[in-house]
């Protein structure tokens, strides 16, 4: 086990004695008691638990981790805490290379598309020491039982079931058995012939507002811009999004931002691009130079333009540098021989494109 895990374990372990366990330099981890719960609707009876939530303001060192690890790996005071500050660079730069971060039992780390980072407590740890073992119980109603006649009493039970009699089927029966079968057929029907018109209908009006990626897939027409929604789960889109009127700007990952409301963002994945869009200009001998400022990636060759144009105005040597495998428009804020160089222009880059970033060739 390496010293990220023994380190995480030991996390793990103080979460059971402690309400609040501060790694510095990274946040704290906070407790708090749930009392025992029932959900009526699923009829689930959950025990007394202690959730793990996450602090990114508590960083101050308290010792009480610093010393766990000093105990744990047999070394002086002054060691742990060198240790453990190159575990919260590593953690901190691991988030900063994929976005995510797993602490094992105790949850997950994960950077939103605001630049957030966010905490996910894993359910699989009950920190509460007084409920260990005891897990969700599924109730059901006790209906009372029957009471079943005695031997001695002569009397016939009208609900008595007889083997040697099956029900005879009366003509009307029969005749509600062959309605309920035509009804059947008759719907399954009527759904074939609508998904078959709507279908028609597509086809015959492929320049419809009705550019999203079915229409795309089925008739392979040339729409402004195909995307599919990203799943999140708290986010619902309640009215029709006027496709035509946006501009979708792109990042590496083909991923889109469009803004419902000044406190609401939807996220997108462009999935089809613009075939009959104007050619941009490229400066030549671009790849003689190792080090290029990337600012994003478009699907529209009009907005690629229209930030290239805002880029040169504010004194950048701006230009498109090729294509993402998606066939999205790559657009460059300068091309330098080094890093240095290169890092020095991305400072000023960042007060226009704050998401630009460099490409090494």
């Known amino acids: 086990m390496n010293h990220f895990s023994k380190i995480v374990d030991s996390i793990n372990t103080l979460l059971y004695k402690h309400n609040c366990v501060i790694v510095p ?7 708090h008691e749930k009392p025992a719960e029932f959900i009526l609707n699923t009829q ?43 575990f ?18 105790i949850g997950n780390f994960y950077i939103d598309f605001e630049g957030n980072l966010n905490f996910e407590p894993s359910s699989q740890n009950n920190y509460l020491k007084s409920s ?12 009372p039982l029957k009471k079943e006649p005695s031997e001695n009493n002569n009397s016939i039970n009208p609900n008595a079931h007889f083997k040697d009699r099956n029900p005879v089927e009366t003509v009307e029966h029969n005749l509600l058995k062959q309605n309920t079968k035509r009804t059947k057929i008759g719907i399954s029907l009527i759904l074939f012939l609508f998904i078959m018109a709507a279908i028609v209908g597509l086809y015959f009006k492929p320049n419809a507002d ?14 402004l811009s195909n995307f599919q929604q ?28 469009y803004e419902i409301s000044k406190t ?52 950048f040597n701006a230009f498109e ?27 000023q880059v960042k007060t226009i494109c704050p998401n630009a970033w460099i490409k090494n060739k």
Do not use: H, W
């Open 25 to 31: 330099g990274f946040g704290g981890f906070l407790s």
């Open 44 to 86: 689930v009876l959950s025990p007394p638990i202690k959730n793990v939530g996450f602090n990114i303001n508590l960083k101050t060192d308290d010792g009480l981790l610093c010393t766990t690890i000093a105990e744990q790996f047999n070394e002086d005071y002054l060691q742990a805490k060198i240790r453990l500050s190159e």
């Open 88 to 105: 919260c660079n590593y953690c901190n730069g691991l988030l900063k290379l994929k976005q995510q971060l797993s602490f094992g039992t």
């Open 132 to 143: 260990f073992g005891l897990k969700p119980l599924f109730l059901k109603e006790i209906t």
């Open 210 to 223: 009705l550019t999203n990626l079915f229409t795309a897939n089925v008739l392979s027409n040339n729409a």
């Open 230 to 257: 990203l799943n999140y789960s708290n986010l619902e889109l309640k009215e029709i999004l006027d496709l035509k009127s946006e501009n979708y700007v792109a990042d590496a990952n083909n991923i889109a931002f």
């Open 264 to 315: 609401k963002k939807v996220a997108v994945r462009l999935s089809t691009l613009v075939s009959n869009a104007p050619k941009i200009s490229t400066i030549k001998n671009i790849n003689e130079k190792e080090f290029q400022i990337v600012v994003g990636c478009f699907g529209i060759a009009q907005n690629a333009e229209r930030l290239i144009s805002k880029l040169k105005t504010n004194g």
């Open 321 to 347: 540098n090729g294509r993402t495998p998606k066939n999205l428009i790559i657009v460059s804020a300068g091309a330098f021989n080094s890093k240095e160089e290169a890092m020095l222009t991305l400072n």
